[in-house]
């Protein structure tokens, strides 16, 4: 079973950056699309933005231009740079990644969470 380490969370003032990694850990042979979800307050978890093991990123509209995917594949960690935040940025941001194990199964399966908050 994967672990996931999802770190970087905080609070920052709009207009302000954070940056967010996940690592992945297990007896992992290979890992397909990895990415990131956000649940604000009281409303359903959405996602935000998500990269193939080959690079081809996806975001939600929201956050277009402001936010950046990257992943190292040797370190099995995926990275969200979030610049220019809103209030309404503020979520518990998700991690989840689809994992291929060396048994030749496969899950997909997501991290506890990191919040993050914008406010001044």
């Known amino acids: 079973q994967v672990q996931l380490v999802e770190s970087g969370g905080g609070l920052v003032q709009p207009g302000g950056s954070l940056r967010l990694s996940c690592t992945a850990s297990?007896?992992?042979?290979?890992?397909?699309?990895m990415g990131w979800y956000r649940q604000p307050p009281g409303k359903q978890r959405e996602l935000v933005a998500e990269?193939?093991?080959?690079?081809?990123?996806e975001y939600a509209d929201s956050v277009k231009g402001r936010f950046t995917i990257s992943r190292d594949n040797a370190k099995n960690t995926v990275y969200l740079q979030m610049n220019s935040l809103k209030p309404e940025d503020t979520a518990v941001y998700y991690c989840?990644?689809?994992?291929?194990?060396?048994?030749?199964?496969?899950?997909?399966?997501g991290g506890q969470g990191t919040q993050v908050t914008v406010s001044s």
């Open positions: 297990g007896s992992i042979w290979t890992i397909n699309t």
């Open positions: 989840n990644v689809d994992v291929i194990y060396y048994s030749g199964m496969r899950e997909k399966t």
């Open positions: 990269i193939t093991s080959a690079g081809s990123t």
